[in-house]
């Protein structure tokens, strides 16, 4: 199973082939417009939209395949924007944080953590260690502790043997800056996962300042 996330920046419908180039099973784009406004959806069967009254933009899913995604019934505490989705067998959360950051996703966490377990998160975190300071005991360090405690942990960190903090690759741009790149965007997967994780090189600035991480899973083992 290949997930791919992005972060679009806005306007979709003008970029939407520089992600499905990609060929996965289940894609998950943030910041999107009015999904009635993207022509090349209306020949998608399985495709769930969540956008939050007063925002502009929000959160898609899609695939291809002929596999539904199904919603799991959630309260997000008004959260923005974390949605459970049953796909091909797997809990994934779909992640785009929004206003409280890393503090909200902390506190969506600790109050569903019985729900977590062998759950993949995969999502714009929009949040680095590197600022924990900024967010009190609801911080990334905090985080990534309580996601270890149940069995999860971040894909990218470790399979390149990093520890939080010390990429060195980015997912983002400040400014599509490449003198400005961070690590924001993550998949945190169940400990007994096979996988390969990817980030995408930094062309994709021309169309957003977040590059396409991908997620592939090994459904075998």
């Given at each position: 199973m290949?997930?791919?996330?992005w972060?679009?920046?806005?306007?979709?419908?003008?970029?939407?082939?520089?992600?499905?180039?990609e060929?996965?099973d289940?894609?998950?784009?943030?910041?999107?417009e009015?999904?009635?406004?993207?022509?090349?959806l209306d020949?998608?069967n399985?495709?769930?939209y969540?956008r939050?009254?007063?925002d502009?933009k929000g959160?898609l899913?899609?695939?291809?395949l002929?596999?539904e995604i199904?919603?799991?019934e959630?309260?997000?505490y008004?959260?923005?924007?974390?949605?459970?989705?049953?796909?091909?067998?797997?809990?994934?959360y779909?992640v785009?944080m929004k206003?409280?950051?890393?503090?909200?996703?902390?506190t969506?966490?600790?109050v569903?953590?019985?729900?977590?377990?062998n759950?993949?998160i995969?999502?714009d975190?929009n949040?680095?260690?590197?600022?924990?300071?900024?967010h009190?005991?609801r911080?990334?360090?905090r985080f990534?502790f309580m996601m270890?405690?149940?069995g999860?942990h971040?894909?990218y960190?470790q399979?390149?043997?990093k520890?939080?903090?010390?990429e060195?690759?980015?997912?983002?741009?400040?400014?599509?800056?490449p003198?400005?790149?961070?690590?924001?965007?993550?998949?945190?997967?169940?400990?007994?996962m096979?996988?390969h994780?990817?980030?995408?090189d930094n062309?994709?600035l021309?169309y957003?300042?977040?590059?396409?991480i991908?997620?592939?899973?090994d459904?075998d083992s």
């Amino acid at each position: 199973m290949k997930i791919c996330y992005w972060n679009c920046n806005g306007a979709f419908r003008k970029k939407y082939k520089q992600i499905i180039k990609e060929e996965a099973d289940l894609y998950i784009i943030s910041e999107v417009e009015d999904i009635d406004k993207i022509d090349f959806l209306d020949d998608v069967n399985h495709k769930l939209y969540r956008r939050i009254d007063g925002d502009q933009k929000g959160i898609l899913f899609f695939t291809f395949l002929d596999e539904e995604i199904i919603p799991i019934e959630n309260n997000n505490y008004g959260i923005r924007y974390i949605i459970p989705v049953m796909f091909l067998s797997h809990k994934i959360y779909g992640v785009w944080m929004k206003g409280g950051y890393i503090e909200d996703l902390y506190t969506y966490c600790a109050v569903n953590i019985k729900h977590l377990s062998n759950a993949i998160i995969m999502g714009d975190f929009n949040s680095n260690v590197i600022w924990d300071k900024k967010h009190g005991d609801r911080n990334h360090t905090r985080f990534d502790f309580m996601m270890k405690q149940i069995g999860i942990h971040s894909a990218y960190h470790q399979q390149e043997a990093k520890q939080l903090g010390e990429e060195t690759d980015y997912t983002f741009y400040m400014y599509r800056k490449p003198d400005k790149g961070y690590y924001i965007d993550y998949a945190y997967v169940p400990v007994n996962m096979v996988y390969h994780f990817s980030i995408s090189d930094n062309t994709l600035l021309d169309y957003s300042d977040h590059m396409i991480i991908t997620l592939s899973v090994d459904t075998d083992s």
